[in-house]
């Protein structure tokens, strides 16, 4: 399991990302009770019409919830919170993945049920994405990047 000062640091990068206008709308809800953790996973298989037996959240123990209320720029700066937290994840040699339905999980009865201890209004919240934390089972393999993507105006 990262450490509580390992996820500490993760979630002060991911709060100083960019946002529209510095409005900063977003909010990171840290899930380590394995019991809640368990039921969104659960929740997210079912929302993905996964196998019952499987995983969405990679057996990870820790998952990051990225919410931001409703707003134009909102899954934009959603993203920018998640693409700190993912990099600042990978500096620490931990593992991380991004995993999608937080949008659907939050407008479910059954997430709000799951998540009603946070006391928001979910319904002024989206959902952007969950990073799902943990130590990585195997190194990271180097991305080829693949070439004509870049264009250049001179």
């Not at 900063?24 to 039921?39: A, F, L, P, S, T």
């Not at 209320?69 to 994840?89: A, H, Q, R, V």
């Not at 040699?93 to 059954?110: D, F, N, P, Q, T």
Request: glycine share 8%; charged share 25%; net charge neutral.
């Amino acid at each position: 399991m990262p450490t509580k000062s390992q996820i500490g640091e993760i979630v002060k990068v991911g709060l100083v990302a960019p946002s529209g206008r510095n409005v900063q709308n977003g909010i990171i809800v840290v899930i380590e009770n394995k019991k809640i953790r368990d039921e969104l996973s659960r929740l997210n298989a079912n929302i993905a019409g996964f196998k019952d037996d499987f995983d969405p959240f990679y057996n990870a123990p820790v998952v990051l919830l990225v919410l931001m209320k409703k707003c134009p720029n909102g899954i934009y700066d959603g993203s920018c919170m998640m693409e700190n937290i993912l990099i600042e994840t990978q500096n620490q040699g931990l593992g991380a993945c991004w995993i999608h339905r937080a949008k659907e999980k939050i407008i479910s009865e059954e997430g709000k049920e799951i998540l009603k201890d946070l006391k928001l209004n979910l319904n002024e919240y989206e959902g952007i994405a969950h990073a799902v934390i943990g130590y990585k089972d195997q190194e990271t393999i180097s991305k080829v990047i693949k070439e004509n993507r870049a264009i250049f105006l001179i």
